[in-house]
């Protein structure tokens, strides 16, 4: 199915908008083209294509609303859907937080399709494959991994004015390692809008080397320590320190940026003062779309700055209710590094503990952003600037907050999921238990 240009997108909307009857209409319009190649125990698996189009109509009346969807597109069936949307909305109950469409919008241009990104052939894909089964089996050890790329597009209208489009490329590559005795693991993540960027051989050499290196791991007592963070590490507790800033949940009481005495923690300082943590949609690196999924325009907001809470998400219902503007929920994540690589931090530690990934995760206290889970996929013992040894893995009980607050050092950002987050030193560091996972 095609990718339609915003011409083709706008041309689509309007027909089904001009069958509306309702008060109010919104309607989207999406598609992808995807490709994937999947391997396990050195040896394809699967390999793909996959396209989808949707169009997602969402009629109202007063606030009763109904949505329906559909995936064809001539005038009969997009006649059928908005009929269907609306027949829906007056069986509705009332949404007594029910928000009119926007009006017109102004957007910057995005930044986020690369034509070499969506040209990706299986032949392409193949080869990812290549370079990852064929180091790993003359290491002795067994990879499996997944490659996901493509090209899509968002189109948005509304019968009040509004019209927005969107079209972008991503790939994405995860892949484990296992040494073949079964004591190593190792593991690395790479994402991307611009397929040049992406260097597989490079990231499965990484989980090679990570598997081979924590072979025979040796128990060490739990306790505090200081940790050197990878970005992938870090990132899983950041993105929950972040799903904290929501003013609504906040204001009510409900989450770690509710204050004590009751309102919310906006201008307060929170964290380390070298903490400066942002979102920024047109970002070289980690590009997004330039508006959401109401249509509001994303721009760059400032969310920590200097350990000090800068910004909260307010939704347009809860910001009318509080008499302030909209400030939409970031789309990517970005947090100020330093110029310290890894092999600097290592250097600069006496004694601590390298962590290459968490998995699991699960809450303990969402008052107090406490989290539980396990390392994975490679931890090592730091003794004296140097990596000693491969140790069990540990589970920790530890909360981004108190770990930012407990920063030493940061070091060069690295792009996962989207979002650029630094090599970080933590000292203090809960480790509650081992594991015997591997």
């Not at 509705?92 to 937080?97: D, L, S, V």
């Not at 040494?179 to 051989?201: C, E, H, L, P, Y």
């Not at 090679?208 to 940790?227: L, Q």
């Not at 040894?389 to 950002?413: A, D, H, T, W």
Request: hydrophobic share 35%.
């Amino acid at each position: 199915m095609a990718i339609y240009t915003e011409e083709e997108a706008k041309k689509i909307l309007e027909k089904a908008l001009s069958f509306s009857k309702a008060d109010a209409c919104e309607i989207n319009l999406s598609g992808s083209n995807r490709g994937n190649i999947r391997y396990a125990r050195n040896t394809v698996s699967t390999a793909g294509y996959q396209s989808t189009q949707s169009l997602v109509v969402q009629a109202s009346y007063g606030k009763k609303v109904g949505t329906a969807t559909i995936d064809e597109f001539d005038d009969a069936s997009l006649e059928k859907v908005v009929g269907r949307a609306e027949e829906l909305a007056k069986l509705a109950p009332e949404n007594p937080e029910f928000m009119p469409p926007l009006g017109p919008q102004q957007y910057d241009a995005s930044i986020t399709y690369k034509e070499a990104t969506a040209k990706v052939t299986p032949e392409y894909r193949a080869e990812v494959a290549s370079k990852s089964i064929v180091p790993a089996a003359a290491k002795d050890v067994t990879a499996a991994g997944f490659l996901n790329d493509g090209e899509s597009f968002s189109a948005m209208i509304n019968s009040n004015g509004l019209f927005a489009y969107n079209k972008s490329t991503n790939v994405d590559f995860t892949v484990t390692m296992r040494t073949n005795d079964g004591t190593g693991s190792g593991w690395v993540t790479r994402d991307f809008n611009d397929i040049n960027k992406f260097d597989a051989a490079e990231a499965s050499n990484v989980a090679i080397n990570k598997a081979v290196m924590s072979r025979e791991a040796r128990a060490i007592e739990p306790g505090k320590y200081t940790v050197i963070l990878e970005p992938a590490a870090a990132s899983d507790l950041l993105r929950n320190m972040i799903f904290s800033f929501n003013a609504r949940s906040a204001d009510e009481g409900r989450s770690f940026m509710s204050a004590p005495d009751g309102g919310n923690k906006l201008l307060q300082k929170i964290v380390d003062e070298r903490v400066n943590l942002w979102s920024d949609p047109l970002h070289p690196d980690v590009p997004t779309s330039t508006w959401n999924g109401e249509g509001m325009p994303l721009k760059k907001t400032q969310w920590i700055e200097n350990g000090v809470v800068k910004n909260l998400a307010y939704d347009r219902y809860w910001a009318g209710q509080k008499g302030v503007d909209p400030v939409p929920f970031p789309s990517n994540g970005i947090m100020e590094g330093g110029d310290e690589s890894l092999e600097d931090m290592i250097a600069g530690t006496k004694k601590g503990i390298l962590v290459t990934r968490f998995w699991y995760i699960r809450s303990v206290d969402p008052q107090t952003l406490l989290y539980t889970g396990l390392t994975r996929d490679g931890t090592f013992y730091i003794e004296n600037g140097q990596i000693k040894y491969p140790i069990k893995n540990f589970r920790f009980n530890e909360s981004p907050i108190i770990m930012l607050n407990n920063l030493e050092s940061l070091g060069q950002q690295v792009r996962v999921d989207g979002n650029l987050i630094p090599y970080m030193k933590i000292r203090d560091f809960t480790f509650t238990s081992l594991s015997d996972a591997v």
